[in-house]
């Protein structure tokens, strides 16, 4: 069983690459500085049942995105989140929160329908994003995207 | 500088005990199965900000509360999420969701007022999920609880 990016997360998003176990994409919010993970692993629906290298991976993963986030696009605070009420498929949240932005200090998931970014400040903020990264990210084929 | 807990965290649970790292709280709302990890880290904020030991006690403390959690109370889907943007100090949720719980598929977050569990019940479930859960706690004294 092969991976897939779920569609709803495809039609949300715009893609970061590939770090050694998740996709990286970022929400198609030019409100927040959002990136999420996907684990490429095609069954995935919970954190503690990955296994324990995964985890590892993952948090690792996490904490590489989380700080690049907030050196590339400065905030009062993160939140990291593993929801999936609505999408099944495993993934992680990191948004950066600020005191004057739309939700603040209630949650961004279901506040106000998303603000897609203009092209090119999405080529600024995920070139911003991947160049503030330590982490191996591969490009993702389009075909697979 | 000694761990306090947050005043507000305070008021709105009961505590389970203190875990290697962290301090295991149940969110005082008997809607949902739902327990707080609170790393006794006075000045933590951010997950990625913990040292690489204590982020790693984190995850394995999480791993356990999520497997504990959904063993002694089963539901449809884990959310686990740091978010902070009330409460400053560091605090890591883990909530099981149901498909027929009030708040679904949205996040329980300022959602609706909580419904404090009848002493007898929170009694029950507080046994229940330490009893389920791999992890040596201690417990807290009246003093600093």
Known sequence: MSFELHPRLQADTLTLGDAPLSRLLLMNDARYPWV????????AREIYLLSEADQQLLWQES?????????ACPGDKLNVAALGNMVPQL??????RRHDDPAW?????????????????????????????ILPLQTVPETSS
């Open 36 to 43: 999420i993970l996907v684990p490429r692993r095609p069954t």
């Open 63 to 71: 904490a590489a995105v989380s700080r690049a986030l907030m050196e």
């Open 105 to 133: 200090p209630a949650p961004v998931w279901g506040h106000s329908a998303a603000v897609a970014y203009e092209p090119e400040a999405a080529h600024r903020r995920m070139a911003l994003i991947r160049a503030t990264l």
């Open 91 to 96: 993934h992680l949240h990191h948004i950066v």
